[in-house]
């Protein structure tokens, strides 16, 4: 094999190698680009040329230069000849879909010059598939080649093309796959948005599913309420906690965002913002570390009233759909995103476009007067259908019946109290002296006689006292003694010693008298403290020598109490003060003056048992309770025959019904009721 041989064996592996690859590139699903500087750089060298370029259709169907290598300066100028001439060469292929080979420097003569500017020979290929043309490719070749060689080298720029038409196919596929699944999360998300009028709701809805379609990390909404805005719902929380700092933060940035009434884009950075906005951005922005955070304002659409014919709230302006009153704000904030920006921004704005619709007419359809009241209405016309309308003849009427027997039907009003079971006949037992208890001589349930020792007591002092006396008296005899025995034994006193002596007797004899005075009433005063009974009957203090043994005592102390139980006993009542005007009602109705009580003692709750209460046993002063507030007490009479068969203790607590006469049944059940209205009401 010769070397020349060789040499075309070696570029043919190459150029093998390099369709290979490109063929490799087309299925790799690699984006534009990734794709086009790798495809064109492969077709250069493949087909050693000067340079290419890769031209596509924009969204006006009109060519762009998309990537370029060694493309000349002249070409890439916007306006000058060569490159005015060069584009509609472009244009005129990518119309005809043809591919061509344009020598250098040649073009037409006529109006639309066109053609080839250059000194190279261009090789023109159109990316096209089912007859629709996507792009083209050009290649800068030398032209000091064979016509044939040129004619290889179109035929191989078309085979590229086609492998490149593949990849660009593929490309719309996924586009088109992408879009397909954007408009249906868009779809769900304008039939979600609009599917409740409920504001709270709507703005739950926007929240969750907006972060869904935009692929954000959080999605927030706000409502405003007089000057501020306060957030309503976040995405992904089922609560809000007002009072957190973070929530606060952005309520404030909210606020001051609507305030200024321009939509808010942050991403890192806060120049050419007014202060205030860059005060509370920062804020926020220390609590969420959210990196790009768009606030917008939500706007009310704005409807034209003059086209009656679309409906009573007329149609949306276009024109003027976001220039409507602030009623809201949407926050969407990304901490870290891979999504283009102009994909983030488009998103945000389709959310934006059903949100702001779907949150106005949540908001218009909420602040309806009396809303609550006309939607309780409506939900309730079902029990006016044809098989429930029985069902509610049937309840509409036991309703009725029930309201007129609380009308018509009467029964016994009872005033409630609670009291205590006591003896008619008790006395309670108070010290007489001071002194320390010495001796207790009964016990709890001592049955004891009148005037039988209960408690011995003893007084220091007063023994004091006596033996003082007791001395002054043995001091005052033996001197009057001693001045009588020496008047009966001095025979030769003179009249005046002797009338001293008379003196001096006679003041020893007061002494004396005043002494034994003194010492009987001492007698008498240690009498007291021997504590008696001042009745028969029984020791009703629990525990009496455990509560008094060796303890101080003063005059007046209640020391403990004897009652007579074989006595009738009577009803210690504590009515609260709100009930007496129904009771002074009842007595004055009263036949005889007095009312019937009904009773229970707390020890035999099962038995009712019956006493009578009369007005003059009822207190005139009222006094305060810690239970029932100011009360009034009172004495009823019980039927004590029926009491004794129970053997009740005294003391024991009673609950009471006082009957106070026959009043309406709704009065009786709702008389309670009607006077606290009343009370803190009315």
Partial sequence: MTVNQQTIEETKQQIRVLVNEISALTKSGATSEEFFPEFLQRVITALAAVGGAVWLMDEDQQPRLKYQINVGQSLLEEGSDDSVQHNRLINRVMRSGQSLIVPPYSGTADGEQEGNPTRYLLVLAPLKHDDKIDGLIEVFQRPDTAPETQKGYLKFLQQMCDLASEWLRGQKLRVFTDRQVLWQQADSFARAAHESLNAKETAYIIANEGRRLIGCDRVSVAIKKGRKCKVQAISGQDTIENRSNIVASLNKLATRVIAAGEPLWHDGTTEDLPPQIEEALEDYVDQSYGRNIAVLPLREPQRDASREEQGAAGVVDRDNAHRGEVIGALIVEQIETDLPPDVFRARVNLVYEHGTRALANSLVHSNLFLMPVWRTIGRATWVLRARTLPKTLAVAGLIAAVILGLIFVPLELQL????????????????????????????????????????????????????????????????????????????????????????????????????????????????????????????????????????????????????????????????????????????????????????????????????????????????????????VTMRAIPDNDDLTKMHPRPGAKVIADVQAGKKSAGYVVFHEVYEWLCKFLF
């Avoid at 001592?446 to 011995?456: D, F, G, K, Y």
């Avoid at 020893?508 to 504590?531: N, T, V």
């Fill in 416 to 631: 409630e109290a609670e009291g205590t079971l006591e003896p008619d006949v008790r006395q309670q037992v108070f010290a007489n002296i001071d002194g320390e208890v010495m001796e207790v001589l009964v016990g709890h349930n001592s049955v004891v006689e009148a005037n039988q020792p209960l408690i011995r007591l003893k007084n220091r002092q007063l023994e004091l006292q006596m033996v003082e006396t007791l001395g002054q008296i043995n001091t005052s005899v033996a001197d009057l003694n001693r001045i009588r025995g020496v008047m009966n034994s001095s025979k030769d006193l003179s009249r005046t010693e002797r009338d001293q002596m008379l003196g001096e007797e006679s003041e020893a004899e007061i002494r004396l008298e005043s002494l034994e005075s003194k010492r009987l009433l001492l007698e008498e005063k240690s009498q007291a403290l021997i504590i008696r009974s001042p009745i028969a009957g029984t020791v009703l203090t629990w525990d009496v020598e455990k509560t008094l043994y060796s303890r101080p005592v003063s005059t007046g102390q209640v020391l403990l109490e004897v009652a007579d139980l074989f006595q009738p006993m009577h009803i210690e009542l504590n009515m609260p003060e709100k009930r007496m005007s129904h009771l002074d009602a009842a007595f004055a109705a009263s036949t005889d003056g007095s009312l019937e009580v009904e009773y229970i003692l707390a020890t035999d709750p099962d038995t009712t048992l019956n006493a009578v209460l009369d007005p003059k046993s009822v207190e005139l002063r009222a006094k305060p309770d810690q239970e029932e507030g100011n009360t």
